[in-house]
């Protein structure tokens, strides 16, 4: 039998919330490696405004995919390419939704390339559910008082509910 080194592959991201679409692209991709390191990033260049902190964003991601052993959440600051290279990852996921996300993530694919040559990026397409979903969105609903159920596990309705009683 041939010697077989896990493929490690990176998700990164804000993930502020953890969405249903967000455990969508994460869940597809462990069908294309054997673990996967879901990243929250720390230092985000496009500032948006947080309603979870760093560590309250990892506890709900731990209690969202407590039961796929395969998937680690952790944080990181610095460059992502430098960290995927660290954790031994062979590439980064990224998920598309409608051609908005196009421009930006091919940018960010093209930079990361040349930052860093041996980390390729990998796109996945979520469930058409939940191809118009965003972290930003179930923010604003749910600080509205609106019904975000089907969009987050229980986990993060919990903090939701709770953050906005
Ligand atoms: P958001 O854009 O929802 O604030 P992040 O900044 O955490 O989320 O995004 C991390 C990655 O997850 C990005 O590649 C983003 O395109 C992807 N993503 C976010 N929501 C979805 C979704 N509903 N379906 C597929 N990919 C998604």
């Known amino acids: ?3 077989h080194r896990p493929v490690v592959a990176v998700y990164p991201g804000s993930f502020d919330p953890v969405t249903r679409g967000h455990e969508d692209v994460a869940r597809r991709t462990l069908r294309v490696c ?3 390191v879901v990243a929250v990033a720390e230092s985000s260049s496009h500032s948006k405004s947080h309603l ?8 709900i991601m731990t209690e969202v995919f407590a039961r796929e052993r395969r998937i680690e959440c952790v944080s990181f600051t610095g460059l992502l390419v430098d960290f995927a290279a660290r954790v031994g990852a062979r590439f980064i996921v990224r998920g598309l ?3 908005a996300d196009f421009e930006y993530e091919f940018q960010m694919a093209q930079m990361n390339r040349e930052l860093r040559g041996d980390v390729e990026t990998l ?15 179930v923010r604003e609903v749910a600080s509205l008082g609106g019904d975000v159920s089907s969009f987050v596990s229980a986990p993060v309705l919990e903090r939701l509910q709770r953050r906005f009683s």
């Open 1 to 3: 039998m041939s010697t």
């Open 34 to 36: 054997d673990r996967l």
């Open 52 to 59: 979870f902190s760093v560590p309250e964003r990892l506890e």
């Open 97 to 99: 939704r409608a051609v």
């Open 123 to 137: 796109f996945l397409v979520p469930d058409l559910g939940y191809s118009f979903l965003s972290a930003s969105l």
